[in-house]
């Protein structure tokens, strides 16, 4: 049995700002502070980091544990309207071939699909809620378990370990988020990485972070089911050290698919074309 977690912002829906949204006017409820998120960093962190840090930015000091549920509370009640007008306006959004790769997973017996978000869990519901992909979901890990998005990852996949009756090994687990801090969990926990470049994430930061794969979305599933092992490698590459044929000084390390082989190849006929052009041969 293989696990897959999917973060939500970026790598399922882009909600339009709904959730910044409803975290401003509940900040602003409690402290008169308008745009608060403004102030902070929001993706890739967990909704408890920015609700303290959003409450922080319009306090001027942490929340008690008293105002954080409120915060929360208020957070929450906003959320349904701020996303339906999301929606109304356009600007709701499904990440392209999202919906065909669920749906691909779903009708296979030897995977599970979870969550991995840094959203509370009524925040998840609600932001999933006009997509219609909620129904491929059977458990998750949410941004209530804890402010670490690792823990949050172990958490999903504990509930996993319950659903299928057995213990799941770090390898089975495949992490797929939008943004350098979803690889940066998956690796602490031992997990598999994969990104989508079309969410909120830092390209630069990205390809810093090394996930094993790295697709813009899901509108070829090809490489993602290759790397999840659901099919082959059509050039039979396995994960490891690919050294280039020109020469042995220019290698590349890759961990990703035998779908790299192509850029790799690309690149190395660049290389020529400009050697070539240098050196006159
Ligand atoms: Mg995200």
């Not at 999202?98 to 959203?119: A, H, M, W």
């Not at 909620?134 to 504990?158: T, W």
């Not at 770090?170 to 997990?191: F, L, M, N, P, Q």
Request: net charge positive; proline share 3%; charged share 30%.
């Amino acid at each position: 049995m293989k696990i897959i977690l999917f973060d939500i912002d970026g790598t399922l829906v882009k909600a339009g700002g709904a959730g910044r949204r409803a975290l401003d006017y509940a900040v602003e409820g409690m402290t008169g502070h308008k745009n608060a998120c403004a102030e902070v960093q929001l993706q890739g962190a967990t909704d408890k980091n920015n609700f303290e840090n959003a409450f922080r930015a319009g306090a001027g000091r942490k929340p008690t544990a008293r105002e954080l549920a409120e915060l929360t509370r208020r957070y929450v009640d906003r959320l349904p309207q701020e996303v339906k007008a999301s929606v109304k306006a356009r600007k709701y959004l499904k990440v392209k071939g999202v919906e065909k790769f669920l749906s691909r997973l779903s009708s296979r017996g030897d995977v599970l699909i979870g969550l991995g978000t840094g959203n509370l869990r009524d925040g998840a519901f609600i932001k999933l809620e006009p997509s219609g992909l909620m129904k491929h979901f059977a458990f998750g890990g949410y941004g209530c378990d804890s402010h670490h998005r690792s823990e949050v990852l172990r958490k999903a996949v504990q509930r996993a370990a319950r659903l299928a009756g057995a213990p799941v090994k770090e390898s089975r687990v495949y992490v797929i988020g939008d943004t350098h801090r979803d690889v940066e969990a998956a690796k602490e926990a031992g997990y598999h990485s994969a990104v989508v470049l079309d969410g909120f994430g830092d390209k630069a930061l990205i390809m810093r972070s090394n996930p094993e794969l790295v697709e813009k979305d899901f509108a070829d599933l090809k490489p993602w089911l290759i790397w999840l092992g659901l099919e082959k490698d059509p050039r039979g590459v396995r994960r490891g050290t690919y050294i280039c044929p020109d020469s042995p000084i220019e290698h590349a390390h890759y961990g990703r698919t035998g779908m790299d082989l192509r850029d790799i190849e690309l690149g190395m006929k660049k290389l020529r074309e400009t050697k070539r052009k240098a050196t006159g041969k």
